[in-house]
C-alpha cells in the first residue's frame, strides 16, 4: 500500500534558512512561488527577461536570470516545460546548482527517460500536482490543498525526504494528502491518462456527434446533451465525491439500467487499444517518438492540432456557446 503524507508528517521549519527557487514563473511556477512566499520560505524567481519576468517582479518576487537564481537557490524547482528542461538543465541549472542542494520536478518525463541525469551531490525529488496552477493556489488561498504524488530519486544528503515533504506542506499538498510514488510511476500514470483515458473520452464525443448529427438530430441538441450543458461536469464531480458507480444512485433508474446494462459492450474493446498505449509508454516509444517530434520542430504536433481545432464540431460548439447564456465560470 502506498503511504500517504499530511501536514502532521512534514516539518516546516526544516526549510528556515533555505531559499527555494522557482525556475520558471508559468502555471505552476507562480502558483508554487505564492503559495511558498504565504507559509514563510523565502523564494526567488528564475526566468527569462520577459513578460513572465515582468510579472513575477510585479507580485513582489526578487527575479533573476536562470542560472543566477540557481546559484543562490538550495532547493531548485523545476517548473519549465518538460521539452525544454534537458537543453536549460545543461546550460543554465547543472553547472550552478550548490552542491548538496535539490532539485524538484513537479513531473518525472525528463528524469523517467533519462534526458537529465542530475549530479550525484545533490538531492532529486518529485512533487507532482494532480491540478493545474490556478487550482493549486486557489485551494491554498482557501485553506485547503491539491493532492500531489511525491518521490525521492536521490537522496545525496539524507535528509531529501523531510526536505521535499516540508516543501509538500509548504504548498498545501499535505493538507490533502501526498502520495508515496516513483518518476516511473508519476510519468507513467500521467501519459497513459493523456494517450488511453483521454483519446477514450475524446473519440466517445466525436463518434457520438457524427453519428448522431448524421441521423437527423439537430446540432444544437446533441451538443447541449453531449457537452455544453455542462451536466457532465456536475456527473465527474459527483464521481469524485461519491465514486465511479455510487453516484449512479443520483441519476434516474432508467439512466442507471441504461448504464450498467450496456458497459459490456464496450468495455472489452479498449482493453487493447489501452494495453498498447501503455506499452509505449513503458518502452519508450513514445518518449523517442515525442522527442523525434520536437527535434522535427513538432510538424505532425502542428498538423493535428491545426486538424482537431478546425473540426465541425469546433464551430457548432463556439456558435452555441454564443447562442445559450450559460455561466461556464459558475459550473
Ligand atoms: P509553463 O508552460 O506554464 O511554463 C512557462 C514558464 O517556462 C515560463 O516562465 C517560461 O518563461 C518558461 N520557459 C518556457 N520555455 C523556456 C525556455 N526555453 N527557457 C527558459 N524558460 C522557458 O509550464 P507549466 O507550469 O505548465 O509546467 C511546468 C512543469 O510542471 C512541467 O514539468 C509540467 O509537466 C509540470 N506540471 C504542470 C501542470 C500544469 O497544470 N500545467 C500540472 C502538473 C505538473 P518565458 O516564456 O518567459 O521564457
Redesign the pocket.
Known amino acids: 500500500m502506498a503511504r500517504i503524507f499530511y501536514d502532521e508528517d512534514a516539518v516546516l521549519s526544516i526549510l528556515d534558512g533555505s531559499t527555494v527557487g522557482i525556475?520558471?514563473?508559468?502555471?505552476?511556477?507562480?502558483?508554487w512561488a505564492m503559495n511558498l512566499r504565504d507559509s514563510g520560505v523565502q523564494v526567488i524567481?528564475g526566468?527569462?527577461?520577459?513578460?513572465?519576468?515582468d510579472r513575477?517582479v510585479a507580485d513582489g518576487f526578487h527575479v533573476y536570470g536562470?542560472s543566477e537564481a540557481v546559484e543562490r537557490s538550495d532547493i531548485v524547482c523545476?517548473?519549465?516545460?518538460?521539452?525544454?528542461?534537458k537543453?536549460?538543465y545543461r546550460s543554465?541549472v547543472e553547472p550552478y546548482m550548490k552542491s548538496n542542494g535539490m532539485i524538484v520536478?513537479?513531473?518525472g518525463?525528463?528524469i523517467r527517460y533519462g534526458l537529465i541525469n542530475p549530479r550525484r551531490d545533490v538531492d532529486v525529488a518529485l512533487l507532482?500536482?494532480?491540478?493545474?496552477?490556478?487550482?493549486?493556489r486557489k485551494l491554498y488561498e482557501s485553506g485547503y490543498g491539491a493532492p500531489a504524488f511525491v518521490a525521492v530519486k536521490q537522496d545525496a544528503t539524507g535528509v531529501a525526504w523531510p526536505k521535499i515533504l516540508a516543501l509538500a506542506k509548504a504548498l498545501g499538498f499535505t493538507r490533502a494528502g501526498v502520495i508515496e510514488s516513483s518518476f516511473e510511476e508519476e510519468t507513467e500514470l500521467?501519459l497513459f491518462t493523456e494517450q488511453a483515458v483521454m483519446p477514450i473520452i475524446i473519440s466517445t464525443f466525436l463518434k457520438a456527434y457524427e453519428i448522431l448529427v448524421s441521423r437527423g438530430y439537430s446540432v444544437e441538441a446533441v451538443l447541449t446533451e453531449l457537452i455544453a450543458s455542462g451536466e457532465l461536469i456536475e456527473v465527474f464531480r459527483q464521481v469524485c465525491k461519491l465514486g465511479l458507480m455510487s453516484q449512479l444512485i443520483l441519476h434516474s433508474k432508467t439512466s442507471q439500467y441504461g448504464q450498467l446494462s450496456r458497459i459490456g459492450r464496450y468495455i472489452d474493446r479498449i482493453h487493447e487499444p489501452m494495453v498498447r498505449s501503455l506499452e509505449e509508454i513503458a518502452s519508450g516509444v513514445f518518449s523517442e517518438e515525442w522527442v523525434r517530434e520536437q527535434e522535427l520542430g513538432y510538424l505532425n504536433f502542428r498538423r493535428l492540432l491545426e486538424e482537431a481545432l478546425s473540426l465541425q464540431i469546433e464551430k457548432d460548439s463556439e456558435d452555441l456557446r454564443r447562442r445559450l447564456r450559460i455561466p461556464y465560470d459558475m459550473l
Open positions: 525556475i520558471g514563473y508559468g502555471n505552476q511556477g507562480r502558483a524567481v526566468n527569462v527577461r520577459d513578460s513572465y519576468w513575477a536562470i523545476i517548473l519549465i516545460p518538460d521539452e525544454v528542461q537543453t536549460v543554465q520536478f513537479a513531473h518525463f525528463s507532482a500536482p494532480r491540478m493545474i496552477g490556478v487550482g493549486v500521467d
